[in-house]
Every structure is written in C-alpha cells, then in structure tokens.
C-alpha cells in the first residue's frame, strides 16, 4: 500500500488537471473565444501534460521517503517551478493559453493535499 498511494494520487492529480483543462478550453470554445488552434499549440498542450505527468510522479514518490516537511515542500515547489519554466517558452506566443494551462496545472499540482487528507 505504501507503493500503490502515491500513484494513485499522482492519477488523480493527473486527471484533475487534464479535466479542467478540456472543461476551460470546452468553455471557452462555446463562449466563442478562439485562440490560434495549431499544431504548435497542440504539441505544447501535449508535452506540457508529459512534463506535468513525471513531475507528479516524481515528486509523489519522493513525498513518502523520511524527510522533513520543509524539503519535501521545496521539492514539490521545484517541481511546480520546473513546469512552469518548461511552459514560459509558449508565452510569447499565446499568453492567455499559456497562463490557462498554468492555472489548470497549479490546481492539479495543488490537488495533492486535498487527495492525501481523503487517502490517509
């Protein structure tokens, strides 16, 4: 079991950033706000999610090892800085996507101590 909670948060914070995601981009699309739909948009969209996926994981596995919760805190807001800077090279280009995918990514990120207080 000590194995196998980890990852099932790392799920769960995974689907929860994927879903508000589509929702907001679901939204916005009904609302009629188009941004510039590309392929670069797209493959952006796609790493971020593979970068967003193995920075949770990560961090989660770390998060059961026998440290203080001051540095598995700063290892957890490395991860989130770490995501960030991967998704600043799109700012340039669609900052209001960019600034979307953050926020979807900072709840997701966040989600964390909501999902370890319900699986404890």
């Known amino acids: 079991m000590k194995y196998i909670r980890p990852l099932l948060i790392s799920i769960l914070q995974i689907i929860t950033f994927i879903g508000l995601y589509l929702l907001g981009s679901f ?18 969209v796609i790493f971020g ?11 989660n596995y770390v998060w059961i090892l026998r440290l203080s919760s001051r540095t598995k805190n700063a290892i957890y807001f490395v991860g989130i800085a770490l995501f960030f800077a991967v998704m600043m090279r799109d700012i340039g280009y669609v900052p209001y996507k960019v600034l979307f995918i953050m926020a979807c990514a900072l709840i997701g990120f966040l989600s964390k101590y909501l999902f370890d207080k319900i699986f404890r």
């Open 27 to 44: 939204v916005l699309e009904q609302a009629g706000i188009h941004g510039r739909h590309n392929l670069a948009w797209g493959l952006s």
């Open 49 to 59: 999610s593979y970068v967003f996926s193995i920075i949770v994981v990560v961090v």
